[in-house]
T-cell receptor, first 115, second 114 residues
Framework: AQSVAQPEDQVNVAEGNPLTVKCTYSVSGNPYLFWYVQYPNRGLQFLLKYITGDNLVKGSYGFEAEFNKSQTSFHLKKPSALVSDSALYFC?????????????FGTGTRLQVFP | GAGVSQTPSNKVTEKGKYVELRCDPI?????LYWYRQSLGQGPEFLIYFQGTGAADDSGLPNDRFFAVRPEGSVSTLKIQRTERGDSAVYLCASSLTGRAGELFFGEGSRLTVL
C-alpha cells in the first residue's frame, strides 16, 4: 500500500527565513505526490503536485517541493517564510491506480512562523 | 458559491442516534470523496464516487457507515447507531475527472457524539 510519513509534528521558523517541511513516501510504481495546507477553520487547499517531469515543482503562495527518488522524499520548501504561512501542512500520495484521485494523507506538520 | 459545500457545519448527537451529513460538490465535478479527520490526525479516506457509483468504499470502517450519490451530484454520508468514537470532522472533496487532479475540499462537518 502507498503511504507517506511526516516526521515532524511541528516546525518553527522566523519570518523571512527559509522553511522546509519534510515528507517521505513509500509506493509501488511511480509516485503521484501532493501537498495540501489547512488554515484554521478552513478546508484543505491544494498547494502543488508531482506527477512526472522536473524534480522541482512550483506551487501556490511561493511554495515549492523537491522530488528526490533516491531518498524517497518530497519536502516542501519556501525561500522566505511569512507569518501568514502558519498553518497545518499535509503531504499525500495517490493510491489506487490511474483512474482515481484517492489520496492517502500523512499525519500533518504544523508550521509556526514567528515575527 | 463555487466551492464544495457541506452541511451541517456542526452536529451534536447522542450515542445510538442516526446522522446524515450532506456534501454539495463543485458543479461538473464527476468524482466525490469522503474523508474523516480526527484531532491531530491527517484525513482518513472513507469512500470515493465516480458519478453515481461508489468506485471504492474500502475506507468505510464498518457497516454502520453508508454513503449515496443518487444523481451524481450531491452526496449524503449516513451513520447509524453512532458511537463516541465516530466523533470527528467529516470532509468532502470533489475533483473534475477523478484522475490525478486536484481535490477541492469543503470546510467539513464536525460531528460530536455524546
Amino acid at each position: 500500500a502507498q503511504s507517506v510519513a511526516q516526521p515532524e509534528d511541528q516546525v518553527n521558523v522566523a519570518e523571512g527565513n527559509p522553511l522546509t517541511v519534510k515528507c517521505t513516501y513509500s509506493v509501488s510504481g511511480n509516485p503521484y505526490l501532493f501537498w495540501y495546507v489547512q488554515y484554521p477553520n478552513r478546508g484543505l487547499q491544494f498547494l502543488l503536485k508531482y506527477i512526472t517531469g522536473d524534480n522541482l515543482v512550483k506551487g501556490s503562495y511561493g511554495f515549492e517541493a523537491e522530488f528526490n527518488k533516491s531518498q524517497t522524499s518530497f519536502h516542501l520548501k519556501k525561500p522566505s517564510a511569512l507569518v501568514s504561512d502558519s498553518a497545518l501542512y499535509f503531504c499525500a500520495v495517490r493510491d489506487g491506480g490511474d483512474n482515481t484521485d484517492k489520496l492517502i494523507f500523512g499525519t500533518g506538520t504544523r508550521l509556526q512562523v514567528f515575527p | 458559491g463555487a466551492g464544495v459545500s457541506q452541511t451541517p457545519s456542526n452536529k451534536v448527537t447522542e450515542k445510538g442516534k442516526y446522522v446524515e451529513l450532506r456534501c454539495d460538490p463543485i458543479s461538473g465535478h464527476t468524482a466525490l470523496y469522503w474523508y474523516r479527520q480526527s484531532l491531530g490526525q491527517g484525513p482518513e479516506f472513507l469512500i470515493y464516487f465516480q458519478g453515481t457509483g461508489a468506485a471504492d468504499d474500502s475506507g468505510l470502517p464498518n457497516d454502520r457507515f453508508f454513503a449515496v450519490r443518487p444523481e451524481g451530484s450531491v452526496s449524503t454520508l449516513k451513520i447509524q447507531r453512532t458511537e463516541r468514537g465516530d466523533s470527528a470532522v467529516y470532509l468532502c472533496a470533489s475533483s473534475l475527472t477523478g484522475r490525478a487532479g486536484e481535490l477541492f475540499f469543503g470546510e467539513g462537518s464536525r460531528l460530536t457524539v455524546l
